[in-house]
């Protein structure tokens, strides 16, 4: 159950967004920590800080916040030529704070801090009088083993300590390359994928393509096939952007309220998700076991928390495409005549098109084939996946005097506990 975690207080004025930029910089040493040994050997002498609730609720809206309906400024209707302008690739009218592939929102937040472990729900405006929703997952900070591959050897020092405030995010990948099938399988688009792993197989597409009467160019000279491998890659790379951006905005918020921190990359995520469970928890995702031999294990989501659109949340991959179609096109979906829209009412007259159905038949074949053959989807990329992580702690600003050139931090860094917290350290 989702649970409000505290009730704001004020509005807080921030630095306009050229200073921040200008300022931006990565802070890594906070109250409490300590570098052992070297040029920059130094021990905190004031006691690690906790972040505020209100400190919290900014940074998480910065990240994954949510900004009422987004614009769905894109071509419905189909082109001179009657192909789709395949703008029912959105997934969803709802904004966020960070962009998002066919919005699809599919990075999350885990947030860790001396309190527990937290699944960020809902992050509404900090000015709205509304609290973020978060499910508490378990007490106590996430542990990561301070040792390689868990935790990347120059991070150890610093990263998620006592005081500290630290966020992963995980992206969906299914969601994401479901949704993009959808659009590389229609009739404008058109692609066909071969396996390269398997000798070249048409990875399910066989009755699809344009040499045997479909749709798909199969004709190398069209430059519209492409590898299951890179079709993997490409999409799983398009999908986590998502997180760098997500990171980005809270680095910036982190500098315009003066605290410290910033990004860096995880160790090993599949630890970091959960798939050695017995060596630290990790995120508590279940790693579903392909019955094909030499296949490895498959994140794909955590149970009653947040499930991927794969077995075995769904019963099979056909299953998923029909959910994710529902989705849109159901009653009360995005693109149904009673779904919610941003636009006035004279530019929804018009009803929006279904993908067509070729291409929903293509997919469900496609999808099917990885599974068969593979034991999970998608084959090559896990289906949820981190590769950074983001911090925040109040700086000592002892250290950066003792070791830095003046100024080397920021006066709001220097005044933030008197503005914050009504205090001084």
């Keep these: 159950m989702a649970i409000p975690l505290y009730q704001t207080s004020s509005s807080i004025s921030v630095q306009p967004i050229l200073e921040v930029l200008r300022q931006r910089k990565t802070r890594r040493f906070g109250c409490g920590m300590e570098i052992p040994a070297g040029s920059l050997r130094y021990r905190s002498e004031l006691p690690p800080i906790p972040l505020s ?22 071509q419905y209707a189909p082109r001179p030529g009657g192909e ?33 472990l ?30 390689m591959p868990y935790m990347l050897s120059f991070n150890q020092w610093y990263a998620n300590r006592p005081g500290t405030l630290y966020l992963i995010p995980v992206t969906d990948i299914v969601s994401v390359y479901l949704n993009l099938l959808l659009v590389l399988f229609s009739d404008e688009c058109g692609y066909f994928v071969v396996d390269s792993d398997n000798g070249n197989a048409p990875c399910g597409l066989d009755a699809f393509r344009r040499s045997r009467g479909g749709h798909l160019h199969d004709d190398l000279a069209k430059r519209r096939t492409m590898t299951l491998r890179d079709l993997d890659g490409a999409i ?32 090993s995520s599949r630890h970091l998700l959960g798939w050695e469970p017995q060596i630290f928890q990790g995120l508590g995702f279940h790693f579903a076991q392909s019955p094909v031999s030499g296949i490895r294990s498959n994140p794909v989501g955590v149970p009653d928390v947040w499930e991927g659109p794969c077995p075995p949340f769904t019963s099979s991959m056909e299953e998923a495409v029909l959910r994710l ?31 067509d159905q070729r291409a929903i038949d293509a997919t469900i074949a496609f999808c099917n084939y990885v599974m068969r053959t593979y034991g999970r989807f998608p084959a090559h990329a896990d289906a949820f996946k981190t590769v950074i992580a ?36």
């Design 53 to 74: 609730q209100e400190e919290i609720h900014y940074l998480l809206f910065a990240g994954v916040g949510q900004t009422g309906m987004h614009l769905g400024d894109m």
């Design 84 to 116: 789709d302008g395949q703008g029912m690739a959105i997934m969803g009218f709802q904004g966020r704070t960070v962009p998002s592939p066919c919005a699809a929102q599919a990075t999350r937040l885990f947030v860790t801090d001396d309190t527990g």
């Design 118 to 147: 937290h699944f960020v729900v809902r992050v509404p405006d900090p000015d709205s009088g509304e609290v973020p929703s978060l499910v508490k997952l378990r007490e106590g900070r996430l542990e990561i083993p301070r040792e």
């Design 236 to 267: 799983s790379d398009t999908a986590l952007q998502e997180q760098a951006v997500a990171c980005q905005n809270m680095f910036l918020m982190e500098q315009a309220i003066g605290l410290g921190g910033g990004i860096h990359s995880v160790g």
């Design 325 to 355: 179609m529902t989705s849109k096109f159901g009653e009360g979906a995005p693109y149904s005549p009673s779904g919610a829209k941003p636009w006035a009412d004279s530019a929804q007259t018009t009803p929006i098109r279904r993908h």
């Design 390 to 425: 983001f911090q925040a702690h109040h700086v000592d600003s002892a250290f950066y005097d003792r070791f830095y050139p003046q100024p080397s931090l920021p006066v709001t860094h220097r005044e933030h506990m008197s503005h914050w917290h009504q205090c001084d350290r």
